[in-house]
T-cell receptor, first 113, second 114 residues
C-alpha cells in the first residue's frame, strides 16, 4: 500500500451507533489531518495532529473523537451522530510545518440515518 | 479573516479553450497558495502552488497568477482537455495564519466539452 489509505470507504450508521474511521499513511509524514467535505461547502478542517499531538480542534462537536496512536495512523471515533454529519470524511498527511503539500486519502462516505 | 472566496462555482469550457478560476483571500498572513484537483471518488491532489514572492508560476498547461496587493490569485488551464474535468479547490495557509492549517475555497466544478 502506498500513499494515504482510508477504511471503510462507505459507512451507513444509525444515530445511536458507535463506529470508527481509520486512516493510514505510508509516506513517512508526521502531521495528519481530518477534513469534512459537504456539498457546496469548503473542505472543513476538523483536527490536526503534529508528531502525534493534537494541535488543532476546529470547534468540532464532541461526538467526533480523534485518536492518533502514532504518526502513521489516525482514527475518528463517531458516536450519537446527527443526520447533518453525513458527508465525505477525508484524511490527509504531510510533513509538519507550513507550506508542505498535504496528501489526501480517498475519503469515507458517511451516511447517518 | 480566514476565508478564501472562490469563483465561479461551475465552469464549462470547450476543448482547447482556457479555463480560469479565481480566488480572493483576506488574511494578509497567508503566504502559501496551493490549488488542488479532485476527481469523483478520489481525494484532492495538489496541482500547483505559489508563494507571494512571485507573481506567476507555470507548470505545463497550468498557471497560477498572483496579485498580492489585490489579495487575489487565479488558476489558468490552457488548452483545456476533457481529462481536466474535475473539481478544483484553491487554498491558503501561512506560518502565522495557522501553520500547516489550510483554508480552502468552496470549489469549482470544471467540465471540458468536446
Amino acid at each position: 500500500e502506498t500513499g494515504v489509505t482510508q477504511t471503510p470507504r462507505h459507512l451507513v450508521m444509525g444515530m445511536t451507533n458507535k463506529k470508527s474511521l481509520k486512516c493510514e499513511q505510508h509516506l513517512g509524514h508526521n502531521a495528519m489531518y481530518w477534513y469534512k467535505q459537504s456539498a457546496k461547502k469548503p473542505l472543513e478542517l476538523m483536527f490536526v495532529y503534529n508528531f502525534k499531538e493534537q494541535t488543532e480542534n476546529n470547534s468540532v462537536p464532541s461526538r467526533f473523537s480523534p485518536e492518533c496512536p502514532n504518526s502513521s495512523h489516525l482514527f475518528l471515533h463517531l458516536h450519537t451522530l446527527q443526520p447533518e454529519d453525513s458527508a465525505l470524511y477525508l484524511c490527509a498527511s504531510s510533513h509538519a510545518g507550513p507550506g508542505y503539500e498535504q496528501y489526501f486519502g480517498p475519503g469515507t462516505r458517511l451516511t447517518v440515518t | 479573516q480566514q476565508q478564501v472566496k472562490q469563483s465561479p462555482q461551475s465552469l464549462i469550457v470547450q476543448k482547447g479553450g482556457i479555463s480560469i478560476i479565481n480566488c480572493a483571500y483576506e488574511n494578509t498572513a497567508f503566504d502559501y497558495f496551493p490549488w488542488y484537483q479532485q476527481f469523483p471518488g478520489k481525494g484532492p491532489a495538489l496541482l500547483i502552488a505559489i508563494r507571494p514572492d512571485v507573481s506567476e508560476k507555470k507548470e505545463g498547461r497550468f498557471t497560477i497568477s498572483f496579485n498580492k496587493s489585490a489579495k487575489q490569485f487565479s488558476l489558468h488551464i490552457m488548452d483545456s482537455q476533457p481529462g481536466d474535468s474535475a473539481t478544483y479547490f484553491c487554498a491558503a495557509s501561512g506560518e502565522s495564519g495557522g501553520g500547516n492549517k489550510l483554508t480552502f475555497g468552496t470549489g469549482t466544478q470544471l467540465k471540458v466539452e468536446l
